[in-house]
């Protein structure tokens, strides 16, 4: 019986390499301890006061050195094994760009929709391209036995076939900052047909399980772009009570004039006024505000959002 949930085609080729050592260990263990307590009761001081030199045995030595070598290439062959079905992705298999930053995931799909949870389909194997956008992260899910490093200027990759329903934890293992415990995120497997609802749906085909969005009120107008602010995942880096972050804060930026870098190195003054708010989420890579790590992804929003989202900052003065 496994200990934990096994939900992807990997978690049991990875708990049975597992379970194979751990009970390889155990048994040697054993053996090691229970010869050591016998030699050490066998010729114990009093019934060997005088100690005695002891010739070699070839049979020994042969043995101690045999058996070890078998049992590390065994335990390497059956390893190895297991890790290159790991690594050879099938064609068929969806892939999803998944993004790592401080401190948050992000996933891409190929038609081009973006999400903060991964969605899968169930029995269907996806490969995940894993890049950061800043520091060393550690993209895990537990009950998948799926674990890579996720390294800035490096693409890494893994693949799986989710085998159960459900919704289950997304962790970083990498120490990534001061808010390393926060940077989770959720694995959600569900129906082919449900995903395929979604997947070839328009823009505003909600997640399976989850309620269409309401249209926001100009009168809500300060909670709705709040609220737009934390799906896509901006809290993460910009703070909006003036808290040092990643990026700026939003509180009192509005008005200000902020050195800036262009793409092409260049430094030049500008006023954060409503035209630079709308260049600055619509096109994050063009200017950078100095001081800060050029870490912002694309994270498209319509029309209403972005004015919502541009009254917003203007409030927080």
Sequence with gaps: MPFLEQASSAAGKVDSVFLFILVLCAVFLFLITATLIYFVVKYNRKKHPRGKDIEGNAWLETAWILIPTVLFLVMFVYGWTNFSYMREVPREAMVIEVTGRQWAWSFKYPNGKQTTELLLALDKPVKLELRSLDVIHGFFIPAFRIKEDVVPGKANYTWFVPIQLGSFDIECTVICGVSHADMLAKTVVVPVDDFETWYFGDANTPLPGRSAPSTPSVELAGNSALQILQDKFCTT??????????????????????????????????????????????????????????????NPLNDTELQFVVEYIKSLN
């Design 237 to 298: 880096c910009h703070s909006i009570d003036g808290t040092p972050m990643v990026g700026p804060t939003l509180k009192g930026i509005y008005g200000e004039k902020r050195i800036v870098t262009d793409s092409e190195g260049m430094e030049f003054e500008v006023l954060v006024d409503d035209d630079y708010l709308v260049k600055a989420i619509q096109d994050p890579t063009a200017e950078n505000i100095k001081g800060y790590p050029p870490a912002m992804p694309k």
